[in-house]
């Protein structure tokens, strides 16, 4: 196929290369190229500017992909230059304002000229053989892009890099300056996309696989990255999500919605095949938790509510949003799976951050290779591949001491009710005792850990009662379940956020 040979003539090491050569220059800024009408547009106006359906890029070209453009505008004010590969070589998609259309905005068609690409989006018929224009995959701002499989809505976003995440000196956001799209052949079911990344201390090359299947979106990352200084914290695999409020921490005003996240929780599957289940929090100030493994089996950001119930939202359905799986290919060594939760009020704001650090960083100009798997999925089997139990759910409560006229009244405990499902529970014989293996740190003590059968479910309830000793301080707790031989669940593990509750 010529397409495959084009493919096949500009490879990831092309991208490579330029990485290594980008690295050992000096960091140069891009440069803005917007006139103000297109800076100033607020949201609903960026809205209006849409790449026009009958001038989709492969349009009528037999393949079963198809691209459309971000235009410029807002604060994506640089552009971002994209290729194409196909049977003739390589060659830059050329910006044409005559493909979008403006809706109601008034501009000046000066304004428009020598203008680029914000970004692109990947079209496939994810739901229908009939319906071809089916968003699969955005690729917009810095390093981020969001990606559904069938029956999906976009939800949490993933990026190629992050660089200083949560600390003291300030976040740097590496960008992809530029992609190389391969053509697909018509029979086709894979793109390729290739990207430069570029940031003060870092460039990196990458090659995304984008796989669509009957239901889920799988993509093969290969990436190499240079930095070109010292960074504090680096992040490999990163996952941006929102996390507002949730089953184990209510939303503190009247809200219709029991539920509202794009995920609810980070799993871990650790080199020693541990399997490890974060709840996330909306804390009120900034935390950041780490995970140390070594040589890590798989990461991600789940969404395991997938019950309407959970979230009661007509509009932004989040029981649909997917889960992202990160499977190493390779062996990633010793470091750390970090979980970072921002403070936030509205859920507009991304305030969940997750990724690999490795315990020692690259050197300058020493690349660091990071070949993994992303699976982005409903499927909570395809995140939890073991006959472990997981946590379907985390309930926090209070005043949940009866007394002698069975009226529930507070001793000062906060209770945590931990659901626990899975075929290892379903297993076993009636009369099996299951208890739960519990820990504490210092700051909390456990006056009640109980287990018993949920004849709705299936499965196992444990019942938790903590007593906190500093209420200005963080509590960190770990339980799974066990028949006193063997575990039989996952490690449920909870940090209660640095704050007090509230009365």
């Given at each position: 196929?010529?397409?495959?040979?084009?493919?096949?003539?500009?490879?990831?090491?092309?991208?490579?290369?330029?990485?290594?050569?980008?690295?050992?220059?000096?960091?140069?800024?891009?440069?803005?190229?917007?006139?103000?009408?297109?800076?100033?547009?607020?949201?609903?106006?960026?809205?209006?500017?849409?790449?026009?359906?009958?001038?989709?890029?492969?349009?009528?070209?037999?393949?079963?992909?198809?691209?459309?453009?971000?235009?410029?505008?807002?604060?994506?004010?640089?552009?971002?230059?994209?290729?194409?590969?196909?049977?003739?070589?390589?060659?830059?998609?050329?910006?044409?304002?005559?493909?979008?259309d403006y809706g109601s905005l008034k501009l000046d068609p000066s304004a428009l000229k020598n203008l680029g690409f914000a970004g692109f989006?990947?079209?496939?018929?994810?739901?229908?053989?009939?319906?071809?224009?089916?968003?699969?995959?955005?690729?917009?701002?810095?390093?981020?892009?969001?990606?559904?499989?069938?029956?999906?809505?976009?939800?949490?976003?993933?990026?190629?890099?992050?660089?200083?995440?949560?600390?003291?000196?300030?976040?740097?956001?590496?960008?992809?300056?530029e992609f190389w799209i391969a053509r697909p052949a018509p029979e086709d079911n894979y793109l390729?996309?290739?990207?430069?990344?570029?940031?003060?201390?870092?460039?990196?090359?990458?090659?995304?696989?984008?796989?669509?299947?009957?239901?889920?979106?799988?993509?093969?990352?290969?990436?190499?990255?240079?930095?070109?200084?010292?960074?504090?914290?680096?992040?490999?695999?990163?996952?941006?999500?929102?996390?507002?409020?949730?089953?184990?921490?209510?939303?503190?005003?009247?809200?219709?919605?029991?539920?509202?996240?794009?995920?609810?929780?980070?799993?871990?599957?650790?080199?020693?095949?541990?399997?490890?289940?974060?709840?996330?929090?909306?804390?009120?100030?900034?935390?950041?938790?780490?995970?140390?493994?070594?040589?890590?089996?798989?990461?991600?950001?789940?969404?395991?509510?997938?019950?309407?119930?959970?979230?009661?939202?007509?509009?932004?359905?989040?029981?649909?949003?997917?889960?992202?799986?990160?499977?190493?290919?390779?062996?990633?060594?010793?470091?750390?799976?970090?979980?970072?939760?921002?403070?936030?009020?509205?859920?507009?704001?991304?305030?969940?951050?997750?990724?690999?650090?490795?315990?020692?960083?690259?050197?300058?100009?020493?690349?660091?290779?990071?070949?993994?798997?992303?699976?982005?999925?409903?499927?909570?089997?395809?995140?939890?591949?073991?006959?472990?139990?997981?946590?379907?759910?985390?309930?926090?409560?209070?005043?949940?001491?009866?007394?002698?006229?069975?009226?529930?009244?507070?001793?000062?405990?906060?209770?945590?009710?931990?659901?626990?499902?899975?075929?290892?529970?379903?297993?076993?014989?009636?009369?099996?005792?299951?208890?739960?293996?519990?820990?504490?740190?210092?700051?909390?003590?456990?006056?009640?850990?109980?287990?018993?059968?949920?004849?709705?479910?299936?499965?196992?309830?444990?019942?938790?009662?903590?007593?906190?000793?500093?209420?200005?301080?963080?509590?960190?707790?770990?339980?799974?379940?066990?028949?006193?031989?063997?575990?039989?669940?996952?490690?449920?593990?909870?940090?209660?956020?640095?704050?007090?509750?509230?009365?």
């Amino acid at each position: 196929m010529g397409y495959a040979q084009s493919a096949r003539a500009f490879s990831f090491f092309d991208v490579m290369k330029q990485a290594r050569e980008l690295a050992d220059k000096s960091y140069k800024a891009p440069e803005p190229n917007l006139p103000d009408s297109l800076q100033e547009l607020k949201f609903a106006g960026y809205q209006q500017v849409r790449f026009k359906s009958d001038r989709l890029h492969w349009r009528g070209a037999g393949t079963k992909f198809q691209l459309n453009f971000y235009h410029e505008g807002m604060h994506f004010n640089t552009p971002v230059k994209i290729n194409e590969i196909d049977a003739a070589g390589v060659h830059e998609i050329q910006f044409d304002p005559n493909d979008f259309d403006y809706g109601s905005l008034k501009l000046d068609p000066s304004a428009l000229k020598n203008l680029g690409f914000a970004g692109f989006r990947v079209l496939f018929p994810v739901n229908s053989a009939d319906k071809k224009d089916d968003e699969l995959a955005s690729f917009l701002g810095a390093s981020y892009f969001r990606v559904i499989g069938r029956g999906q809505t976009y939800g949490l976003s993933a990026r190629g890099l992050a660089i200083d995440t949560a600390l003291p000196s300030g976040e740097e956001f590496p960008r992809f300056r530029e992609f190389w799209i391969a053509r697909p052949a018509p029979e086709d079911n894979y793109l390729t996309i290739y990207a430069l990344l570029d940031s003060p201390r870092a460039t990196g090359a990458y090659r995304f696989v984008l796989r669509p299947n009957s239901q889920d979106t799988v993509i093969d990352v290969k990436a190499r990255i240079f930095l070109r200084d010292q960074v504090g914290r680096l992040g490999v695999a990163p996952l941006t999500s929102m996390y507002l409020f949730g089953s184990n921490q209510p939303s503190p005003v009247a809200n219709y919605r029991p539920e509202m996240h794009d995920s609810d929780g980070l799993a871990i599957h650790t080199g020693n095949d541990e399997w490890v289940w974060r709840p996330l929090t909306n804390p009120r100030r900034l935390q950041v938790s780490a995970f140390s493994a070594e040589n890590p089996k798989g990461f991600g950001l789940l969404q395991r509510g997938r019950e309407f119930s959970r979230y009661e939202d007509l509009d932004d359905h989040y029981e649909k949003r997917p889960s992202l799986w990160i499977e190493p290919k390779t062996d990633w060594g010793k470091g750390s799976v970090q979980l970072i939760e921002i403070p936030t009020k509205d859920e507009t704001n991304d305030n969940i951050v997750a990724f690999w650090v490795p315990e020692k960083p690259p050197g300058k100009g020493e690349p660091l290779d990071a070949d993994y798997r992303m699976t982005w999925t409903m499927n909570d089997s395809k995140a939890h591949a073991t006959p472990l139990a997981w946590v379907a759910q985390t309930r926090r409560s209070r005043d949940e001491v009866k007394g002698a006229d069975l009226v529930r009244r507070s001793d000062g405990s906060i209770t945590f009710v931990v659901d626990f499902v899975g075929d290892s529970l379903k297993s076993l014989p009636a009369d099996s005792t299951v208890t739960a293996d519990t820990w504490v740190d210092g700051n909390g003590q456990i006056v009640e850990n109980s287990v018993r059968p949920n004849g709705v479910t299936g499965g196992r309830r444990l019942t938790l009662r903590v007593n906190v000793k500093d209420q200005t301080k963080p509590v960190e707790m770990r339980a799974f379940l066990t028949n006193g031989q063997a575990p039989l669940s996952e490690t449920w593990s909870y940090r209660l956020p640095n704050e007090p509750e509230a009365k």
